[in-house]
């Protein structure tokens, strides 16, 4: 078996390169991972409605950073990894929907912007869940308002400073977690706030970074209104991949999976890799969603 095959393999199984590649402030080591009608013009199999209106969040008074520490102060994790009850990483499976989602981490560990990848998806019409950290949008606020006006794209939540959700500290590849309830609390909410500003209504789902979490913050993302999304299928190996590596491991995605790569390392396989697997899986007979799409009847 060669080294590229065996790396595939990993990724699939979830355990590399969940997060993105390169050096972080926050710890300085590398990141690593983890049925609508389609519209008039639209490719057999891909879906252009406006993502279902969130109305989750608004519908309740706000829950503070005071009352979160209170409740979860004491609470003992007992579960650390890319799942933890609550968190979200496959679709029902009573469709052959797949959904594509891309990581914008931002700061040291990559605040690119892959124009490659993004426009494949608009040229295919494939829809997307884009899950962006602050330091991204503060890197890219013109791209953003671009990525946020376009109907195509769903806006997520990737965070604040980027970090591991654990009330414990704990890390992920090297970048410390999040030390205590208040912390995670401020790791959600403040991407959270950032983002219902600019998109005029909350984000409806969170992704940490690296995917990692314990089973307390999970709890934390559902008391904020946001669903933890983690993933089924690790695309990109945190952007490392060539386009072959991503290539192979996206065309392997079952009906159901949801799919984890990034959008801000344009050096990357990631581009190249998704145009050469998104045909193969549209004459498999899939169809790509955004999570919303398929999640808001779950």
Known sequence: MTAGRRAVLAAMAGGLLAGCAGP???????????????????????????????????????VTRAQIVARYGRSVPHTWGFDAPGVVRSLPRTTRDIALTFDACGGPGGSGYDQALLDLLRARHV???????????????????????????????????????????????????????????????GNHAELTRLLGAPPRFFRSGTAYCDDVAARIVTDLGERFVSFSVNGDGGATFTAEQVCTTVTAARAGSIVLCHMNHPEGGTARGIAAAVPRLLARGHRFVRLSDALHRA
Do not use: M
């Open 24 to 62: 972080h402030k926050d710890g300085g080591s590398p990141a690593s991972p983890g049925s609508p009608e389609s519209g008039a013009g639209t490719p057999a199999g891909q879906d252009r409605r406006p993502a279902p209106s969130a109305t989750a969040s608004t519908d309740r008074p706000p």
């Open 127 to 189: 829809p997307a869940t884009l899950f962006i950290n602050s330091r991204w949008i503060a890197a890219n606020p013109a791209v953003f308002h671009r990525l946020a006006a376009d109907p195509l794209f769903e806006i997520a939540n990737h965070g604040t400073r980027h970090r591991p959700l654990s009330v414990t500290g704990r890390s992920a590849y090297g970048i410390p977690g999040t030390r205590g309830a208040g912390e995670v609390y401020d790791e959600i909410a």
